[in-house]
């Protein structure tokens, strides 16, 4: 091979005059203001290969910076502004509207809000301007944002990509003022269920029903922290047509996997993905996003807890499950060559990674499967149903795939031993 014929570099990917290698991004125009940089930039090893396996984790950094930035809300920077340049008592002020127009303080707002004028969004420097003595309404706005704080506190789980939306079919839905303005005192069930019918033309019943708890969910968590003795109108909605049903997803069967086999063998990482989801019963979110140090080879355990490449659905999501010898095997080839950090799927450890992952497999099991109840979640329902058919108790059952038992008595502990989840999974893997 030529030595002299040029290397060629991934996007955003250049060459110092050293022979390093760097990750050079411009920061986007739409987020020049709140960053303060043209260009950012990574370090990304002395050699080519160095390079090739630290972009993945690097732009997926970048990204999700991007993405964080898009999604920080005016009023949220500005909190943090005040927090910062001001201090704990003025930020308590803020927060709770209570800034009198003849206090000392509210000269050190107008004063912020000058300094910060064109390092800023023009909108943030209206929030810290406009702090006054006039408490903000508890609204469905400011019920989301509380929510979506306390929430994002325990788990980063897409909350907050779901609330952006319920945010956005509210404000359709009701206007942009009686979403922002109007106290939640004042909602009527004929404002929930006009919603309910927004969502209707264009979900599923149970999508609805999904999207509807968020908002339930939200509205009791105010109305509790707030000692609110107000009703929620959100609650017990009537949705035609909602509910489980042993039809919306059907269990993937032994002869389905193996028509579905040869669609999967042309890629090492489409197999093992298949592999993982159908000797574990895991979330495809939960198996793109390990790192190689969720896995013990030499005990044949997974851990799924949360990491810098994703959060877990729930609390019970966090558990430790035995891994099949081929599972295990599969995860020993993939890990070759990383480090304890690094992710076992690069190419799926990022934002919304795993609906890549999920886009590409499905991909693969429409050329031999047409059935729509029947995805790559069907595998989550068919290690269920084979639980339940070798005997395995309902609770293991529940530790294995990370389901809550909805008992307090239940959450004491540290659950089941992994030998009887073990003896339980053999049944499986055997039969």
Not at 208 to 222: D, E, I, P, Y
């Amino acid at each position: 091979m030529d030595q002299t014929m040029p290397l060629k570099l991934p996007r955003y990917v250049f060459r110092r005059a050293n022979g390093s290698f760097r990750y050079k991004r411009n920061v986007p125009k739409d987020l020049r203001t709140v960053i303060p940089k043209a260009t950012v930039y990574r370090q990304l090893g002395n050699t080519y290969q160095d390079a090739l396996c630290a972009l993945p984790k690097v732009h997926a950094e970048i990204e999700a910076l991007f993405d964080l930035e898009r999604r920080t809300t005016d009023e949220q920077r500005a909190t943090s502004l005040v927090r910062e340049r001001l201090g704990e008592q003025h930020h308590s002020m803020f927060i709770d509207g209570a800034v009198d127009p003849e206090w000392p303080e509210y000269d050190d707002f107008q004063d912020l809000a000058e300094d910060v004028e064109h390092a800023v969004p023009k909108g943030v420097t209206r929030q810290i301007r406009a702090a006054t003595s006039e408490a903000a309404p508890m609204s469905l706005s400011r019920v989301l944002e509380e929510y979506l704080a306390y929430k994002t506190e325990e788990t980063d789980n897409g909350l907050r990509t779901r609330i952006d939306r319920i945010r956005k079919d509210l404000i359709l839905c009701l206007g942009k003022n009686r979403f922002a303005w109007t106290e939640l005192k004042d909602l009527t069930r004929v404002d929930a269920n006009a919603y309910r019918d927004l969502l209707l033309s264009r979900m599923s019943p149970n999508s609805v029903q999904r999207t509807l708890g968020v908002v339930k969910a939200a509205v009791n968590h105010v109305l509790l922290e707030h000692d609110l003795e107000l009703r929620n109108v959100f609650q017990s909605i009537k949705i035609k047509g909602a509910g489980s049903s042993n039809t919306d997803r059907l269990p993937i069967t032994d002869e389905h996997l193996d028509l579905m086999a040869p669609a999967f063998e042309s890629s090492e990482v489409a197999a093992a993905l298949l592999v993982l989801l159908t000797d574990t019963g895991a979330r495809l979110a939960e198996v793109t996003g390990l790192e190689t140090r969720d896995v013990d080879l030499d005990k044949a355990i997974l851990y799924l807890r949360p990491n810098d490449h994703r959060g877990l659905k729930t609390k019970t999501s966090t558990r430790s499950i035995p891994l099949s010898h081929r599972a295990t095997e599969c995860l020993r080839q993939q890990q070759v060559g990383l480090s304890d950090t690094d992710p076992i799927f690069p190419a799926y450890a990022q934002p919304r990674g795993s609906d890549n992952a999920s886009a590409m497999l499905m991909k693969r099991l429409r050329t031999v499967i047409t059935d729509k109840k029947l995805t790559m979640h069907s595998l989550r329902h068919r290690m269920k149903d084979k639980l339940r058919n070798t005997g395995c108790p309902e609770a293991i059952s529940l530790a294995i795939l990370g389901h809550s038992t909805n008992t307090v008595a239940a959450n004491y502990g540290s659950g089941y031993a992994l030998e009887v989840m073990r003896e339980a999974l053999v049944r499986v893997w055997d039969k």
